[in-house]
């Protein structure tokens, strides 16, 4: 069974299901729903995003961590680096993002977050090394959804990671 968890600003709603089809997400929230979803890039989530006109993807950084983790602390070579990178990286945007926060009016922190952002694709989808297939699944994901783990630049009030 899928505890699957809707959640707005004044109330959350879970639903038991025996299935992580797109099926659900039509059937709850429906294909009329113009929020922010956030997903850990199941295929359901992407075939969802496609129905839904008004919908905006943000995808979870800490699934995202959670294989980079992976490549540095298990994997010698140029994986351990690719992962190493890419965390501080992470690192550098969330700093940046923090930051931004504070000053929300900042348009120079505002340039640095997308230029470390636009570092941060370009690391992950041309300087994978060419042996590892978690490095690939990394870059493949990136260049099909990438755009979506920044959508918490673009919108206010979307934050990097949910953290409820």
Same mark, same amino acid.
């Given at each position: 069974?899928?505890?699957?968890?809707?959640?707005?600003?004044?109330?959350t709603?879970?639903?038991?299901?025996?299935? @992580?089809?797109?099926?659900?997400?039509? %059937?709850?929230?429906?294909?009329?729903?113009?929020?922010?979803?956030?997903?850990?890039? *199941?295929?359901?989530?992407? %075939?969802?995003?496609?129905?839904?006109?008004? %919908?905006?993807? @943000?995808?979870?950084w800490?699934?995202?961590i959670?294989?980079?983790?992976?490549?540095?602390?298990?994997?010698?070579?140029?994986?351990?680096?690719?992962?190493?990178?890419?965390?501080?990286?992470?690192?550098?945007?969330? $700093?940046?993002? *923090?930051?931004? @926060?504070?000053? /929300?009016?900042?348009?120079?922190?505002?340039? $640095?977050?997308?230029?470390?952002?636009?570092?941060?694709?370009? *690391?992950?989808?041309?300087?994978?090394?060419?042996?590892?297939?978690?490095?690939?699944?990394?870059?493949?994901?990136?260049?099909?959804h990438?755009?979506?783990?920044?959508?918490?630049?673009?919108? $206010?009030?979307?934050? /990097?990671t949910?953290? $409820?």
């Amino acid at each position: 069974m899928w505890i699957w968890t809707f959640i707005a600003a004044t109330f959350t709603v879970f639903f038991i299901s025996a299935s @992580r089809s797109c099926a659900v997400l039509e %059937l709850v929230p429906g294909t009329g729903f113009s929020g922010v979803l956030v997903s850990d890039c *199941h295929g359901a989530y992407t %075939l969802f995003h496609e129905k839904c006109k008004d %919908l905006v993807m @943000r995808l979870c950084w800490a699934h995202l961590i959670r294989s980079l983790r992976n490549l540095a602390e298990n994997h010698v070579g140029e994986r351990r680096l690719y992962g190493l990178r890419l965390l501080e990286l992470k690192d550098r945007l969330f $700093r940046l993002h *923090h930051l931004s @926060r504070e000053d /929300p009016y900042g348009i120079g922190l505002i340039c $640095r977050l997308q230029a470390c952002a636009a570092g941060f694709l370009y *690391h992950a989808m041309e300087c994978a090394p060419e042996n590892g297939r978690e490095c690939h699944k990394i870059v493949k994901r990136m260049r099909k959804h990438g755009s979506a783990y920044f959508t918490f630049i673009y919108m $206010r009030g979307v934050e /990097p990671t949910y953290s $409820r």
